[in-house]
C-alpha cells in the first residue's frame, strides 16, 4: 500500500516526466516523431518564416499539391519574370507604388474569389514575397494570402514542367546558372577598369534615372535597358564580329546575373561583369586609382 509520502513522490515523478519528454505525433510512414523537434526543423533554413510569423507560408510540396487551385504571384521585377517564372504565375512587383499594387492586387482577389493568393520570389533568403503578402494583406486588405519561400530556382529544379525559363517550358535544370558560374565572370572593380581597354566593348546596363550626374567610363561605354534583348543582342553580335570582350556593371552587381541568362542563350563571347557594380567604384582607394 502507498503511503502519502510515496504517492507525492509519484505524482512529482509523473510531472517532470511529462516537461521531460516531448510531445509525440504518428509520421506517415508509422514512425515517431516530435512535433517541437519537427516544427523547428520545418523552419530551419527560412529565415523569413521567423521574421514574418503572422504570414502563413507554403511549403514546395503543398504548392504543388495545391498548384492548380491557388493563384501564384511572382513579386520580382518584370525582367526577373521574364527569365524565368512559375507557368501560371502572374507578376505584381514589390517595388510598384502603392496605388499601384493595391489596385492590381484587389483586381486580383475580385477575379479570383476564394482562391489562395500565393506570393514568390527568388529564394529561402529573399524577402519579397513575405513582405509582397504583407504588403497584400495590410495594404490591400486581402485575406487568404500565403508566401511560397523556397523560391523560383527549388521550384524549376523540383517541378521543371511548371516553369519557363526564356519563354522555353520544361525547364532544362542544366540551364540554371549558379553562383559560381557567375562569379567566374566577375572582375574586381579596378581590375574591371583598368582592363576595359581597345578590344573591349562597355555597357552600362544601370536604370536611366541612375546613371544621371555619374559615369564610370564617360563616353567610352554604352547605355542600354537592361530589359531591351534586341539591344544587347546587337552588341553580342557586334562582339563577336569585331573580336572583343563585353564589360557590362549595374548598380550593385546583382541585376547582371539576369543579363547573363540572355548572353548565354544567345552564346556570347566573352563577357565580365563588375563585382559590386558602378557603387563599387567608390570603394577603390584613391591612390590607386591615381596610378592607373
Known amino acids: 500500500m502507498y503511503t502519502y509520502k510515496k504517492i507525492l513522490h509519484t505524482l512529482l515523478m509523473i510531472s517532470l516526466l511529462a516537461f521531460a519528454i516531448p510531445a509525440q505525433a504518428t509520421s506517415p510512414d508509422g514512425s515517431q516523431v516530435t512535433k517541437t523537434n519537427t516544427r523547428a526543423a520545418s523552419n530551419e533554413g527560412f529565415p523569413g518564416r521567423k521574421k514574418y510569423p503572422d504570414i502563413p507560408y507554403m511549403t514546395i510540396d503543398q504548392l504543388n499539391s495545391e498548384f492548380d487551385e491557388v493563384i501564384t504571384v511572382d513579386a520580382r521585377t518584370p525582367l526577373e519574370f521574364e527569365t524565368i517564372h512559375i507557368t501560371s504565375a502572374v507578376n505584381i512587383p514589390l517595388n510598384l507604388k502603392d496605388d499601384a499594387f493595391i489596385k492590381r492586387t484587389k483586381a486580383l482577389r475580385t477575379e479570383n474569389p476564394g482562391k489562395k493568393i500565393v506570393f514568390y520570389c527568388n529564394g529561402r533568403s529573399c524577402m519579397k514575397s513575405y513582405k509582397a503578402a504583407t504588403r497584400a494583406i495590410e495594404t490591400a486588405g486581402i485575406s487568404n494570402v500565403y508566401s511560397y519561400d523556397a523560391g523560383i530556382f527549388e521550384w524549376a529544379t523540383a517541378h521543371p514542367e511548371k516553369a519557363a525559363l526564356l519563354n522555353k517550358t520544361p525547364v532544362d535544370p542544366k540551364m540554371l546558372l549558379s553562383k559560381s558560374r557567375l562569379k567566374k565572370h566577375m572582375l574586381a572593380p579596378l581590375d574591371f577598369i583598368n582592363k576595359a581597354g581597345d578590344d573591349v566593348i ?20 554604352e547605355m542600354v535597358q537592361m530589359d531591351n534583348k534586341k539591344a544587347l543582342s546587337l552588341y553580342i553580335k557586334q562582339a563577336k564580329a569585331e ?5 557590362i556593371y549595374d548598380e550593385v552587381g546583382k541585376q547582371v546575373r539576369w543579363v547573363q541568362y540572355h548572353l548565354e542563350e544567345q552564346g556570347a563571347g566573352p563577357y565580365y561583369f563588375m563585382e559590386g557594380g558602378a557603387l563599387a567604384f567608390f570603394d577603390i582607394p584613391n591612390d590607386q586609382l591615381m596610378d592607373n
Do not use: A
Not at 202 to 221: A, M, N, P, Q, T
Not at 243 to 247: A, D, G
Open 243 to 247: 573580336n572583343k570582350k563585353l564589360f
Open 202 to 221: 562597355i555597357l552600362d546596363v544601370r536604370d536611366r534615372h541612375k546613371r544621371e550626374g555619374f559615369s564610370i567610363f564617360s563616353g567610352y561605354e
